[in-house]
């Protein structure tokens, strides 16, 4: 079918503001509070709250449920649930430390941190969320057991294997490679920190050039230069201002004279060294770019939202949405591994209930992101901001001494909260979804 | 696309040459109902057949047996003469079966674009999904389908019922469909639309192309088929050349189940 009248493109009627510049409405709303949230906490506690060492702490607290929430919007996508996530991180941690402390090291000889015992433990790990993961997704996809029932014995199955095979027991302190994953063990120091957010910059002003470019070029409405112009100038902000964050954070003195002991060197007088970037937090950033990409520019985030749009339709388009189910777990017992190496290698230990409670906190921070529990509206920034919001919340009610029952009646309500707000706003602006 | 395109689909029955599809002796049953009972429908190339009926006789579901959406109980389909194997919907673009179907079978959260490709997205070479072109390649079947479709950038939940049909018959006419089922496709259309969609029919029907059309408009049917079946209660009632039958003698059909040629006799 070749059709050579090709439809006109109406002239722009008039927008406001906001609508110029093509702004997420709802993460703008998001942002807002958070950023009211932030203040409030940071005037209870005389400025603690957004010193950069908490603000650095903050960052690498949310880094494992952040990892884990991008998945979660897959699976919410789908119309699924993933009760099991916890589960999943404390089996995968449990493996992944027997590995780099009693089995490489002794029984295969390899000794203590070995520059392959790292390597090995988590490519061991990995494999194992991911089975774990398709294995429940094949329940869920070919068997025809709901999602909550499967995820729900996962949910009991998976911690307790991880019980079984260290027998409650703490393993650690883990391999020191390992441990470089963690946070605070691992940053990339002040000058590598502002490359690597100058190349960030870079790349996402390129990528917005690029995609106005092709719109311009299929005679696509494109928004104002200068509306493009602005949110080129906040992502820019954004950017640097969170590396600078993590930059003004410094290494205490006494860890810094500890670092250049062991060099056999001696520490200049008041030499000041910032932390930077985290490797755990470029694994997250990492993540979110891989999973954004995968929602939007590949056929399978394509088939994840069709499915959860309409699951008829999919299947009537010839999408096999069994086997997309189980991707779709797979991909969220992967990432549950892979929060198990930043959650264990933060703590330094796997402690018997690592990712305790996880599963809620995965499943809030996704759906205050905006993730919709009817399937088939969810982003993967949204849910990341929804962490750093359900993280913010706790330690800053700890840091203020809100009272731990109190602190639990807060989150609950804010979830709540939230998704009330969410559903207003979709009513108010008649999306249906 | 050599000679035989010339003839007329009614000259290739009169020759007696192998249909391009042959549903025959189809029963689905849901639980205790038989939506369709030994049913036996052919269609030729360039040929348009009518599938008219009572709400609930059973025309949907015998389609869906040919678009892969429901399978058969008992009974064979074949293609171009040779048995087809059609289990799921993949099996049946592997056929070139394409479907309009009643519930339009549209992703609600995605744009026009997203779902006139869903299942066969143009890629750029390095795999990804490549959603200009398909924005450029859908604005250019709209406008042949339906002028006045504007929404481009919009989830398909946001468009009025005549659009997302339109999108539906732009998905299914776009990729060179040799077999296409239009299951009520103009209810929710304006008289003009409407019009457009009869003569992308005729269209088609010229480039040898086989329609089965399901339509609750008798005028409609004979105005653009060649042939009608009529079920009724999952049964088929008959099929008729529509030359040689009037509006009433279909009505009649539809309503008391009784076969022109049969009451002749
Ligand atoms: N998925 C299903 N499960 C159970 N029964 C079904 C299903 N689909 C159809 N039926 C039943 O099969 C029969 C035929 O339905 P079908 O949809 O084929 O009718 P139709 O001729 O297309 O009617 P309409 O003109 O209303 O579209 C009806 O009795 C219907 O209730
Ligand atoms: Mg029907």
Not at chain 1, 47 to 59: D, H, K, Q
Not at chain 1, 107 to 115: Q, T, V
Not at chain 1, 315 to 344: P, Q
Request: glycine share 10%; hydrophobic share 45%.
């Amino acid at each position: 079918m070749t059709e050579t009248t090709s439809q006109p493109i109406p002239s722009q009627p008039k927008r406001s503001l906001f609508q110029q510049l093509e702004l997420d409405v709802r993460l703008l709303g998001m942002i807002g509070a958070f950023v009211i949230l932030c203040i409030g906490f940071n005037i209870l506690t005389d400025g603690r709250f957004l010193s950069p060492r908490n603000l650095f702490n903050l960052t690498i607290q949310t880094v494992s449920v952040a990892i884990m929430a991008t998945g979660m919007v897959f699976v919410i996508v789908m119309r699924h649930i993933d009760l099991s996530v916890g589960g999943v991180l404390a089996v995968s941690s449990a493996v992944m430390a027997l590995v780099q402390t009693k089995f490489l090291p002794t029984y295969l000889g390899l000794g203590f941190d070995n520059p392959l015992t790292w390597i090995i433990a988590i490519a061991i790990g990995l494999s194992i969320g991911t089975l774990i993961g398709a294995f429940q997704g094949w329940l869920i996809g070919y068997q025809s057991v709901p999602a909550f029932i499967v995820t729900l014995g996962g949910f009991l199955i998976w911690r307790n294997y991880g019980w079984l095979f260290t027998s409650g027991q703490t393993i650690g302190p883990l391999d020191k490679n390992f441990l470089v994953l963690g946070g605070v063990n691992g940053t990339m120091g002040e000058a590598t920190s502002w490359t690597i957010g100058i190349v960030a910059v870079g790349i996402s002003l390129w990528a917005m050039v690029a995609s106005r470019r092709g719109r311009i070029q299929h005679g696509f409405p494109a928004k104002p230069a200068w509306a493009e112009g602005i949110v080129m100038g906040i992502v820019t902000c954004t950017i640097l201002g969170f590396v600078w964050i993590l930059n003004s954070y410094n290494i205490p003195t006494r860890k810094l004279q500890r670092m250049f002991e062991a060099k056999g060197e001696v520490m200049p007088e008041g030499l000041e060294v910032g932390y930077g970037l985290p490797i755990s937090v470029l694994i997250l950033i990492a993540t979110a770019i891989v999973m954004t990409l995968v929602a939007r520019r590949t056929r399978l985030g394509r088939y994840i939202f069709a499915t959860g749009g309409n699951p008829d339709a999919a299947e009537l388009s010839g999408i096999n949405t069994r086997l997309l189910t189980v991707k779709v777990f797979a991909i969220m017992g992967f990432l549950c591994a892979l929060s198990a190496v930043v959650a264990s290698a933060r703590l330094q230990n796997h402690t018997n209930d690592i990712g305790t409670l996880d599963e809620l906190r995965v499943i809030a921070a996704a759906v205050i992101g905006g993730t919709a529990l009817a399937g088939g509206a969810g982003t993967i920034y949204g849910a990341i901001l929804g962490a750093l919001v359900m993280q913010s919340l706790q330690s800053g009610m700890a840091m203020v001494g809100v009272d731990a029952p109190l602190q639990n009646i807060v989150v609950g309500s804010v979830l709540v909260l939230a998704v009330w707000m969410d559903i207003q706003y979709r009513k108010r602006t008649g999306t249906k979804l | 696309m050599t000679v035989s395109e010339t003839k007329t689909a009614k000259q290739r029955r009169a020759d007696g040459d192998t249909p391009l599809v042959e549903l025959k002796d189809i029963c689905v049953s849901f639980g205790g109902i038989h939506a369709v009972d030994h049913v036996s429908v052919d269609l030729h190339p360039g040929e348009v057949v009518g599938l008219l009926g009572h709400n609930g006789a059973g025309k949907s579901t015998l389609i869906k047996v040919l678009s892969g959406a429901y399978q058969m109980d008992s009974g064979e389909i074949r293609v171009n003469g040779d048995k087809a194997v059609i289990t799921n919907p993949r099996d049946a673009r592997t056929y070139n079966v394409e479907t309009i179907y009643q519930t339009l079978a549209l992703a609600d959260n995605l744009d026009a674009a997203s779902n006139l490709f869903l299942g066969r997205e143009l890629t750029t070479p390095l795999g990804l999904v490549d959603d200009s072109a398909m924005e450029a390649e859908c604005r250019k079947i709209m406008g042949g389908l339906n002028p006045n479709f504007r929404k481009f950038s919009e989830p398909v939940s946001a468009l009025s019922g005549g659009q997302r049909q339109s999108v539906a018959i732009a998905r299914a006419v776009y990729f060179n469909a040799k077999i296409l089922i239009m299951d009520e496709p103009t209810a929710a259309l304006g008289p003009q639309e409407t019009q457009m969609v009869a003569e992308l029919i005729q269209k088609l029907k010229a480039q040898g192309i086989g329609i089965f059309l399901i339509d609750h408009d008798v005028h409609a049917v004979m105005e653009l088929c060649d042939r009608a079946s009529v079920m009724k209660n999952g049964q088929l009632v008959g099929t008729v050349n529509i030359d040689d039958v009037t509006d009433d003698d279909l009505l009649s059909m539809i309503i008391l189940g009784k076969n022109p040629s049969q009451a002749a006799a």
